[in-house]
């Protein structure tokens, strides 16, 4: 395999973009939170409220110390709701079972609800400095075009993870580097759609670029239409029980003027089924 660390690192150096996570002393808790957020979300719709989450919890015991509710409420146009509910949960665990102090063990924290392979190797890594490898969704492209020759990757594989791990090296802060730099490139010149080539630091060790850029497919799964989705209904029955002042609206009042009342009725009864609204005496509110 090509010496593919050596130049990410030194151009990561260069070009890496200025993020709350990779600040000095950001600390564990904040690098959980942006983990989840980050998830399916781009940058720069996270660091802003990012910024408001840790402001208004700067711990875990201060997001377990408050009702789900508030976790939903300050999720706000995220997207992907459960992922607040996710996150009050593992804060109560994070309090209960490991006194307040975000885990280091890859396993403990996998154990922590909503945290799956991917989210804790990053926090093992880039908030405790262990060594793993780390696989992103832009990783994984770097790894499928200047590793494998392909055009896109193709469904995640423990390959990707064992393809990475080749690429780091022994010493623990430069594998850090390694694994966050692979990332920033797929995310900003390694890109889906038109990669960057020219500005790429790992362009003549590109086993894609050397093959002549074949169109080798695609078969990423495509994320279905959002608007007039089940997910918008959704995303407008949460907006209205966030934005209610009593913290509790009468359903005959809920997006009553939604097109589809059938879609709008499948979306309160998947909220409720998702724990992130709750519903008695006539009145649908958010989990208490």
């Known amino acids: 395999m090509p010496d ?4 990410l690192a030194a151009w990561y150096r260069d070009n890496a973009r200025d993020l709350p996570w990779r600040r000095p002393g950001f600390g564990a808790w904040g690098v959980l939170v942006s983990e989840f957020m980050l998830q399916q979300t781009p ?17 875990p015991a201060a997001l377990a110390a408050d009702a789900p509710a508030e976790a939903v409420r300050q999720w706000a146009n995220l997207g992907y709701p459960r992922r607040a509910l996710w996150l009050h949960r593992a804060a109560v665990e994070i309090r209960d079972r490991h006194g307040g102090v975000v885990p280091l063990d890859v396993d403990q924290l996998l154990a922590l609800t909503g945290i799956g392979d991917y989210t804790a190797r990053a926090v093992a890594v880039f908030a405790y400095g262990d060594r793993h490898p780390v696989v992103d969704t832009n990783t994984r492209r770097v790894l499928a075009r200047a590793v494998d020759g392909r055009s896109q ?15 780091l090296p022994d010493d623990i802060r430069a594998a850090a580097v390694v694994n966050a730099a692979a990332m920033e490139l797929g995310a900003t010149v390694c890109v889906a759609r038109v990669p960057r080539c020219e500005a790429c630091p790992v362009a003549a060790q590109c086993a894609w670029r050397a ?20 997910r918008q209904a959704r995303g407008a029955v949460l907006k209205t029980l966030r934005d209610a002042a009593a913290h509790a609206v009468p359903l005959t009042e809920v997006v009553p003027d939604w097109p589809d009342a059938g879609q709008r009725d499948r979306a309160i009864d998947s909220l409720i089924a998702d724990g992130l609204a709750e519903a008695s005496d006539g009145l649908l509110r958010l989990p208490g």
């Open 43 to 59: 940058v720069n719709r996270v660091v802003p409220h990012l910024e408001r989450w840790l402001t208004r919890w700067p711990t």
């Open 4 to 7: 593919l660390a050596t130049p």
């Open 153 to 167: 990757p193709g469904p995640p594989s423990r390959h990707d993870l064992t393809a990475m791990e080749a690429l």
């Open 211 to 230: 093959a002549g850029y074949p169109d080798t497919g695609d078969t990423r799964r495509r994320q279905a239409r959002y608007e007039g989705s089940d």
